[in-house]
């Protein structure tokens, strides 16, 4: 369990963390996400022992770790660009924290091996990073701060750097290892998708403040700020409002609650359809539709047709 | 055709200012035949600046290796007020010529200077005597190991170092299996720097050590005496030897070069 109070992190003139509170319970897996320069790794390395705070502790299984040097804490890191030993192999990487230790060598052997195991990486144990691949490295990197047994697991932009089929392939292999390990996990990201994908709990994080905290559903359909819901999922405005594209309805006449717009291209993206409409103001907009409810319709560029937006799925533009 | 005339022009360039003096060096050293080569080389007092050369090099090349390991650490990976100014600082033997340091060494530690008679009480003499020519060069040397590390802490970044702290390793234990290992060809290259800069060094060491003959005389004064005293062949085998020292060091850094270069 990882609790913050009231951390404030300043660099210079930069207020990189104010006054930001937060608790992860035991064993979940929290994502911190946020576009670049909202605090989110600064808060992550405060956590680690790697930032000093200017204001506020953190508590790490109710015990205040505030003024502890990162090596005391017990916590697993895990870096953006991997950080691996590179004079180390596989097996002294993922080993290192067990032999400062000075822990006996069969135990340090057994531990490395199964950890390999874990993360895919048998028969890799004599390798060097460099004859890694970018992927590999960061299961490397993951089983190394795992071997310490850390009684919370930070990540720092972890898929970062990896293209993008093997950052898929990677959280969906990360979400798996969180469910058989269960270690308090805490993962940086500023890739909304991955972390409603992979975490119980998102919290997001603007200008060095939490915007909103909540499950990835709580966040998606209610958002507490335009911020919020513009971060979450692409947005479109429409009668002084934001709301999804794809809860925007399209109908072929006119209704009390309709607004007339011309269709201006229909764009066919495999299993979605995208029609770019031009509203009566002459303002555009875009609607997301299935396949099948594009088929139904039969638009073409120049039509007229009548779009309706849901109640529930508004969200008044620049209020908070 | 361009590139032949470059490389020509390299040749050239290269064999009237290196390569032809060198060489001519070595064959004026020989042609006596090496009977006199040896004999010349065999002195009392070329033996006493041999070894004397050497043991200048083996104190001060540690020390320079030392010092500049950590000024390098303390100029990137801290944030100490001053640390710019270290980086400069740390240039100037470079910039100032060497007898320079040698006159400033004499003006506080000589006979008359800051710290020379305090010393003296105590029975320490800095000027013309071995501790000298270690200090000055010393100062002459300090900036190889620390510029040939800084690049190379600087492109490795503290990942590495972060990581093993987070996994419990001590500042002492992340230095000596993390950082050093990393910073190791570029500290081979400066120490090989440093002791090809200690073997020859002449301006500081001119001034500082008196060159008293079988006491305070290294290999490059041993040169210059024996050629102010008409003696050329005694000066160019001396010379050679010297030379010899230099072509080692040289092939040394070589290799160590192309280990790095592998990495």
Known sequence: MIRVDSLSKRFGDFVALGDVSLHVPAGSLTALLGPSGSGKSTLLRTIAGLETPDGGTVHLDGTDVTNVAPQDRGVGFVFQHYAAFKHMNVRDNVAFGLTIRKRPKDEIRDTVDRLLDVVGLTGFQTRYPSQLSGGQRQRMALARALAIEPKVLLLDEPFGALDRNVRTELRTWLRRLHDEVHVTTVLVTHDQEEAMDLADQIVLLNHGSIEQEGSPTELYDTPASDFVMGFLGPVVELDGGLVRPHDVAIALTADHDTTEAQVVRVVHLGFEVRIELELAGGSPLTVQLTRAQAARLELEAGQIVFVRVPEVATFAAGGI | ?263
């Open chain 2, 1 to 263: 055709m361009s590139r032949i005339a470059l490389r020509l022009t390299m040749f050239v360039y290269l064999g009237l200012v290196l390569i032809v003096p060198v060489a001519m060096v070595l064959v004026r050293t020989f042609s006596p035949g090496l009977g006199a080569f040896w004999s010349s080389v065999t002195t009392p007092a070329a033996i006493h600046a041999f070894w004397l050369t050497l043991l200048v090099a083996a104190i001060t090349v540690p020390i320079v290796a030392v010092l500049g390991v950590v000024a390098a650490l303390v100029i990137v990976r801290t944030r100490l007020p001053g640390r710019r100014l270290l980086e400069v600082v740390i240039d100037l033997p470079f910039a100032i010529s060497p007898v320079v340091v040698g006159l400033a060494l004499v003006l506080v530690y000589g006979r008359d200077g800051w710290l020379g008679p305090a010393l003296a009480s105590v029975g320490i003499h800095m000027i013309f005597s071995v501790p000298g020519i270690v200090l000055a060069t010393v100062f002459v040397c300090l900036p190889f190991v620390a510029r040939e590390v800084v690049p190379v802490l600087r492109e490795i970044g503290d990942d590495q170092e972060l990581a093993a702290a987070t996994l419990g390793a001590s500042r002492w234990t992340t230095f000596i299996r993390i950082t050093l290992p990393s910073i190791r060809w570029g500290l081979a290259y400066g120490i090989v720097l440093s002791t090809a800069r200690a073997i020859g060094e002449f301006g500081a060491v001119s001034v500082v050590s008196g060159k008293v003959s079988g006491k305070t005389e290294t290999l490059t004064l041993l040169v210059e005496k024996r050629y102010q005293n008409f003696d050329s062949a005694g000066a160019y085998a001396a010379s050679a030897l010297l030379a010899i020292i230099a072509v080692t060091t040289l092939l040394t850094m070589t290799y160590v070069q192309r280990k790095a270069s592998r990495q």
